[in-house]
């Protein structure tokens, strides 16, 4: 097995004084990768070719993207209550984009079985005619019309572990039958939606499943959650190719939100998710940053996820003891809303 790696070591100039989607986040999480020598001999270099404003437009409106160039070529500021630019951002968004277009493209090319993108900005937040929550462009979903239109790629699943719902990647796709939406978040949080009953709409209907999970939750939770919900729905739906938003903020030391996952618990996340694509898609497996606002959680936390990805140690144990009722009973409900199970 091979693992592609990457992250836009430019990515400073996009910064702004006391906000929680800061430099230190990826800078901290590559300190402690290089200094692995494990991990080192197991993470595989791409090259990494500019992108263009030509790639967002594959999901955003043009007057949105006209929005943040003038905002960029302006100086910066806030675009919303919660998400700033500066001069180089629309520079450090596009080349969030072309690292995650370079790991995509090795996998789909077969050069790698799986990959991760240490990038920054987020960008699951990020609507097609809307900045919101930190995030600029709509990563992952780009990645995903990319992937679609150059490697004609039909169905694709992505799950997002991120502690907030990713309601743009969810906006993005809401009507596409061939595109599985899959949220799994704490609720109530922000941005306030990924309910439950929210499924999609159309054609599209079924293909957006929510697992909206109450404070506290821990490892045995998203344990019983990826049983119950996530294997089942992404075997089910039968993608080519499975797309992780990987958000570390559902940590225990995280400052945005009130989960209790640990690093361990991070990485029994991708083992689970290694086992759902092996299974699903030939191990295609597709993974990029999203949140994680505790620098040192999130560093470990991505550290054990790589260790899963590339194969090294063994399978987790976190989380093994039984989840409690209130905490399985609206992940029940979601797996009887889908049918699962
Ligand atoms: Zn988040």
Not at 113 to 126: D, Q, V
Not at 224 to 240: G, K, L, S
Not at 249 to 266: C, I, K, R, T, Y
Not at 284 to 312: K, N, Q
């Amino acid at each position: 097995m091979a693992t592609a790696f990457g992250a836009n070591q430019a990515h400073g100039g996009h910064a702004k004084a006391g906000h929680a989607e800061r430099p230190e986040r990826l800078t901290r999480t590559l300190t402690v990768v290089s200094a692995d020598a494990q991990l080192q001999g197991a993470l595989h270099p791409v090259d990494v070719t500019a992108a263009d404003l030509d790639l967002p437009a594959l999901v955003h409106t043009e007057a949105y993207l006209q929005t943040v160039v003038d905002a960029v070529e302006g100086g910066g500021g806030m675009l919303d209550a919660d998400t700033y630019t500066t001069p180089d951002s629309v520079q450090v968004g596009l080349e969030t984009l072309a690292v995650q277009r370079a790991l995509a493209d090795a996998v789909l090319s077969g050069d790698a079985t799986n990959s991760f993108a240490a990038t920054r900005p987020p960008g699951h937040h990020a609507t097609p005619r809307h900045p919101m929550g930190f995030c600029l462009f709509s990563n992952v979903a780009i990645i995903a019309a990319w992937m679609r239109q150059q490697h004609g790629v039909a169905r694709i699943a992505i799950v997002d572990f991120d502690v907030h719902h990713g309601n743009g990647t969810q906006d993005v796709f809401y009507e596409d039958p061939d595109t599985l939406v899959l949220s799994l978040h704490q609720h109530p949080l922000y941005p306030g939606t990924g309910l439950m009953e929210e499924t999609g709409r159309g054609a599209g209907t079924g293909a957006t499943i929510n697992v909206p999970l109450p404070a506290r939750a821990g490892d045995a939770a998203y344990r019983y959650a990826f049983e119950q919900v996530v294997a089942p729905a992404v075997a089910a739906f039968e993608p080519e190719v499975l797309l992780v938003s990987a958000g570390y903020d559902a940590h225990a030391h995280d400052p945005l939100a009130q989960m209790q996952l640990s690093a361990e618990g991070f990485a029994l996340l991708f083992y689970r998710l290694r086992e759902i694509a092996d299974q699903a898609c030939g191990g295609r497996l597709i993974a990029a940053l999203e949140g994680g606002y505790d620098a040192d959680a999130l560093a470990a936390s991505v550290r054990a996820s790589l260790h899963v990805l590339t194969g090294i140690g063994d399978a987790p144990t976190a989380g093994e003891h039984a989840p409690a009722a209130a905490i399985r009973q609206p992940i029940d409900d979601v797996a009887q809303l889908h049918g699962l199970g």
